[in-house]
């Protein structure tokens, strides 16, 4: 079975700087999919970013962006220009490319400090 | 569009109750799921299914009951409400992860249960 495992159960960043929150992952499947969810105080679960297993280029979306390390089992994402909108709890998640099972961690809760 | 649609937003139960979570998609997805999500637990699969008349258990399947009449609607049955119950629930859906839209996956606004 799938495992993804957030070390960081809470950071905090000064506002306009940059934060990297990290994700590890366990699989024997070559083909996947890894999501950074955003879950403000609201509950909503808003993707932030994807990333395809096959492809060797790391996703980015305007100030997020990873870095998939895919010998390591590693997802980290990367908040630049930190905002107080960015403060939320950030779930790392795995899909597998057959299966319909998406697994999370446990979390992470970013603060941003004004 | 209205997306994944969850109904109730919030509900309080008496220990021994039972109540549905209601769930609808207009995407036309042919996979839907559910999710707990407990403090310090992250999501945790509970039900899902592939297509209409097929489901399958999750990770914490024991105390709810699914089914998948139709496409578009995939409820969450409690059918004898207990504390341990009390949670954030979450209804998702997606085309299926083997397509190229499959790794997009949406997700309901959560419904609050508590039981007391």
């Known amino acids: 079975a799938q495992t993804v495992t957030q070390s960081q159960p809470e950071m905090s960043v000064q506002e306009a700087e940059t934060v990297t929150l990290s994700c590890t992952y366990d699989?024997?499947?070559?083909?996947?999919?890894l999501f950074w969810y955003k879950q403000p105080p609201s509950r909503q679960m808003i993707l932030v970013i994807r990333?395809?297993?096959?492809?060797?280029q790391n996703a980015t979306e305007n100030r997020f962006s990873v870095n998939f390390q895919k010998a390591a089992k590693s997802f980290s994402l990367k908040i630049s220009d930190s905002q107080l909108g960015d403060a939320a709890m950030y779930f790392c998640?795995?899909?597998?490319?057959?299966?319909?099972?998406?697994?999370f961690g446990t979390g992470t809760r970013l603060t941003i400090i004004p | 569009n209205a997306g994944v649609t969850q109904t109730p937003k919030f509900q309080v139960l008496k220990t021994g109750q039972s109540m549905t979570l209601q769930c609808a998609q207009d995407?036309?997805?042919?996979?839907m799921s559910w999710y707990r999500q407990d403090p310090g637990m992250g999501l945790r699969l509970i039900h899902y299914s592939v297509g209409a008349g097929i489901t399958d258990q999750g990770e914490v399947p024991n105390g709810y009951n699914v089914s998948r009449s139709t496409t578009e609607d995939f409820p969450l049955r409690l059918l004898s409400a207990a504390p341990s119950q009390t949670s954030v629930y979450f209804c998702?859906?997606?085309?299926?992860?083997?397509?190229?839209?499959?790794?997009?996956?949406?997700f309901g606004e959560g419904s609050w249960l508590t039981v007391v």
């Open positions: 998702a859906s997606s085309y299926s992860p083997g397509t190229l839209s499959g790794n997009t996956i949406y």
């Open positions: 990333q395809e297993a096959y492809k060797q």
């Open positions: 998640a795995y899909r597998s490319a057959q299966y319909e099972k998406l697994t």
């Open positions: 995407m036309n997805h042919e996979y």
């Open positions: 699989t024997s499947e070559s083909d996947y999919y």
